[in-house]
């Protein structure tokens, strides 16, 4: 069974309890998002496989999951950056935000979520058990997308997106 690594609003450890179980009780526990982007600045996103347990192939950043037990924040990006999409890049922390949200079959998601920001430009290999499709879209097509079909898209995307941009547009020497 897989675990979550339960928070505090501060991002202080309080214990684990199994996924599923998390997700049920709408408890606070650690995630992180990635969002890569490629030399002219489109976002790569992926498509969840339609077997996901929720948002089954809704589209979202490029990678999202939560570190295990004892593991690091980044050997964590690491690990599911290389299982979801079969790449590896380099990530800087941009921010963290905590979010609340009800999902179908009587699912929550409340996580502490830590976001990393990076570039990648070369061979994407997606784990089609985790990844439906993927595509690299600017911030304008992606906006555009966003506001006349927002049921293709995450929540926590939705949540995060604006934010991501406005980081990136001010960090625009990430390299």
Sequence with gaps: MEQVILVDVNDCEIGVM?????????????????????????????????????????????CC???????????????????EMGITAKV????????????????????????????????VRPNHLEVANFVYQSIEEIEANLQSHPEKYTVWFKIAFPKVVAWYQSNSSLS
């Design 18 to 62: 199994e996924k599923m179980e998390a997700h049920k009780l709408a408890v606070l526990h650690r995630a992180f998002s990635v969002f890569l982007f490629n030399p002219n600045g489109r976002m790569l996103l992926q498509q969840r496989a339609l077997t996901k347990y929720h948002s089954a192939g809704l589209w979202t950043n490029t």
């Design 65 to 83: 999951s939560h570190p295990r037990p004892g593991e690091t924040l980044e050997n964590a990006v690491t690990r599911r950056l290389t299982e």
């Design 92 to 123: 800087y922390k941009a921010f963290d935000f905590i979010y609340q949200t009800e999902l179908p079959d009587n699912l929550n998601e409340h996580e502490f979520d830590h976001v990393f920001i990076g570039n990648y430009d070369a061979e």
